[in-house]
């Protein structure tokens, strides 16, 4: 388990993070999301023990990583993929990690296998593309089979069969009961694998919700339908604390009412349809929401720039 109370880090007069408390549960995965510049990396280079807090706690399984006898088996993490020494083969690298909490060559090709780089093993780190190196770091974080893994943008350079791998990883490692901390700005990917989300932005706590929570966040639910026979269907549906807004001359959107409702009406009239669907913001949405007062750089697009 990961526990941040109080975490603030400042450099000069700038806060990078601002106040932070949240708890990482073992058993599932935790994504921690935030736009570029929110503090993510500095939370995470913190609870590593690698930069100091100003003020506040991380702890890992209760103790600080510092005062662990060995943080390899304690948490393993991947906060930059190319830190390793480019002349040194994969193999060795794993190697050299491994000799400093006495972990054997064998979990070495273990951890090989796992990630898929057996065959690659013995070429310089220094010529694997950034996919190869990912899986490499991801390796490194699973070397001393620890109970809390933590991860920096694990996906990054990952072709489609990669990042599918590394969702399948993730859910494994959660279901395994340990701790899985996953620090990502891709709501759409995260969508797709964390159970509990913790978004920060410009250093400060947005939302530390489930997946069910942070759908709830979405807005109102909305129902679209297609029909030659929008006119009639409005009237059927119109009644007290339901809208119903048309969308083109065919297209009817409802808000009041589900599609189970909209559905018993549409049969009971013998009305013929061409499209029913539920809408609500996608969670990527949600996310761009409720962060926007907190991105770092803030562009136009072409269209918006003309206008």
Same mark, same amino acid.
């Given at each position: 388990?990961?526990?941040?109370?109080?975490?603030?880090?400042?450099?000069?007069?700038?806060?990078?993070?601002?106040?932070?408390?949240?708890?990482?549960?073992?058993? #599932?995965?935790?994504?921690?999301?935030? $736009?570029?510049?929110?503090?993510?990396?500095?939370?995470?280079?913190?609870?590593?023990?690698?930069?100091?807090?100003?003020?506040?706690?991380?702890?890992?399984?209760?103790?600080?990583? @510092?005062?662990?006898?060995? $943080?390899?088996?304690?948490?393993?993490?991947?906060?930059?993929?190319?830190?390793?020494?480019?002349?040194?083969?994969?193999?060795?690298?794993? @190697?050299?990690?491994?000799?400093?909490?006495?972990?054997?060559?064998?979990?070495?090709?273990?951890?090989?296998?796992?990630?898929?780089?057996?065959?690659?093993?013995?070429?310089?780190?220094?010529?694997?593309?950034?996919?190869?190196?990912?899986?490499?770091?991801?390796?490194?974080?699973?070397?001393?089979? $620890?109970?809390?893994?933590?991860?920096?943008? $694990?996906?990054?350079?990952?072709?489609?069969?990669? #990042?599918?791998?590394?969702?399948?990883?993730?859910?494994?490692?959660?279901?395994?009961?340990?701790?899985?901390?996953?620090?990502?700005?891709?709501?759409?990917?995260?969508?797709?694998?964390?159970?509990?989300?913790? #978004?920060?932005? !410009?250093?400060?706590?947005?939302?530390?919700?489930?997946?069910?929570?942070?759908?709830?966040?979405?807005?109102?639910?909305?129902?679209?339908?297609?029909?030659?026979?929008?006119?009639?269907?409005?009237?059927?549906?119109?009644?007290?604390?339901?809208?119903?807004?048309?969308?083109?001359?065919?297209?009817?959107?409802?808000?009041?009412?589900?599609?189970?409702?909209?559905?018993?009406?549409?049969?009971?009239?013998? #009305?013929?349809?061409?499209?029913?669907?539920?809408?609500?913001?996608?969670?990527?949405?949600?996310?761009?929401?409720?962060?926007?007062?907190?991105?770092?750089?803030?562009? @136009?697009?072409?269209? !918006?720039?003309?206008?």
């Amino acid at each position: 388990m990961i526990e941040v109370t109080n975490l603030t880090k400042r450099y000069g007069t700038t806060t990078a993070v601002d106040n932070l408390s949240f708890t990482v549960k073992p058993g #599932i995965v935790t994504g921690f999301l935030g $736009p570029n510049g929110a503090g993510k990396s500095t939370t995470m280079r913190m609870i590593l023990g690698l930069d100091t807090p100003t003020s506040g706690t991380a702890t890992v399984n209760g103790r600080s990583l @510092r005062k662990q006898t060995a $943080p390899l088996t304690e948490l393993g993490a991947l906060l930059e993929a190319k830190a390793v020494h480019p002349k040194r083969s994969g193999r060795n690298h794993l @190697r050299a990690l491994a000799a400093t909490s006495g972990i054997s060559n064998q979990r070495v090709d273990e951890v090989l296998d796992i990630v898929g780089l057996s065959d690659v093993a013995d070429r310089q780190a220094g010529g694997f593309s950034l996919g190869m190196s990912q899986r490499l770091g991801i390796a490194s974080a699973l070397l001393g089979d $620890p109970s809390t893994v933590m991860l920096d943008e $694990p996906v990054n350079g990952l072709d489609p069969e990669g #990042i599918l791998w590394i969702r399948h990883l993730l859910k494994d490692l959660a279901a395994e009961g340990r701790t899985v901390l996953v620090s990502s700005h891709l709501m759409s990917e995260m969508a797709l694998t964390a159970e509990h989300f913790v #978004i920060i932005g !410009q250093g400060r706590m947005i939302a530390d919700v489930t997946a069910a929570e942070l759908e709830d966040l979405s807005g109102e639910s909305t129902v679209f339908v297609r029909t030659a026979e929008a006119s009639r269907l409005r009237t059927l549906l119109t009644r007290d604390g339901v809208t119903v807004r048309d969308e083109g001359s065919d297209g009817l959107s409802i808000v009041g009412l589900d599609s189970g409702a909209i559905g018993r009406v549409i049969a009971d009239q013998a #009305i013929v349809v061409s499209e029913l669907v539920n809408r609500r913001n996608s969670l990527e949405q949600t996310f761009m929401d409720l962060t926007s007062d907190a991105v770092e750089y803030s562009a @136009r697009t072409i269209t !918006q720039a003309a206008a």
